[in-house]
């Protein structure tokens, strides 16, 4: 593991060391309907949205897309949902004012960020370009190695 020095000897662990790399984004102009089908084949609640560059631009979650369905009371098919939806870009419904934290930033430092503003993810953005994300399930697995550490060193 990376990071910073504590003063007692330990590390103390950065984003960089928990986030998640292989992240999924969209481009401002993709449709709400690749986002949508996006969200359901990966099983995903958070879409980064990146310019042509790969610089972070944006956020659409899964409460955007679902504040962008037509109502289910409205009686609308799924065929036209469908054509609705592939003529919105994500730029019509994606966040502008996300919170984004560096790839250095320390793992309790955005803990503290996600539960105080009870956020799901933050984009990792460093000069600008997307380079990962980081979630709440990003943090329960650094729990469970913790746990499992904890485990080891109470045998």
């Not at 962008?68 to 019509?92: C, L, M, R, Y």
């Not at 790839?103 to 430092?109: A, D, G, I, N």
Request: aromatic content about 4%; hydrophobic content about 45%.
């Amino acid at each position: 593991m990376t990071g910073n020095r504590k003063p007692d000897g330990g590390t103390m662990l950065q984003i960089k060391d928990i986030m998640t790399t292989d992240v999924f984004f969209l481009k401002q102009s993709d449709s709400l309907k690749t986002a949508r089908s996006m969200m359901t084949l990966a099983r995903i609640r958070h879409i980064p949205i990146v310019s042509d560059s790969v610089i972070f631009s944006g956020l659409v979650t899964h409460r955007d897309i679902l504040g962008a369905t037509i109502s289910k009371f409205a009686e609308v098919d799924k065929t036209v949902q469908d054509e609705i939806d592939a003529g919105i870009p994500v730029s019509e419904i994606m966040r502008h004012d996300v919170l984004t934290v560096a790839s250095t930033t320390l793992v309790r430092e955005a803990a503290k960020m996600l539960l105080e503003n009870k956020y799901g993810c933050l984009p990792v953005v460093d000069q600008g370009k997307l380079k990962g994300i980081v979630t709440e399930a990003d943090f329960l697995k650094l729990t469970i190695k913790l746990l499992e550490q904890v485990g080891k060193i109470e045998m």
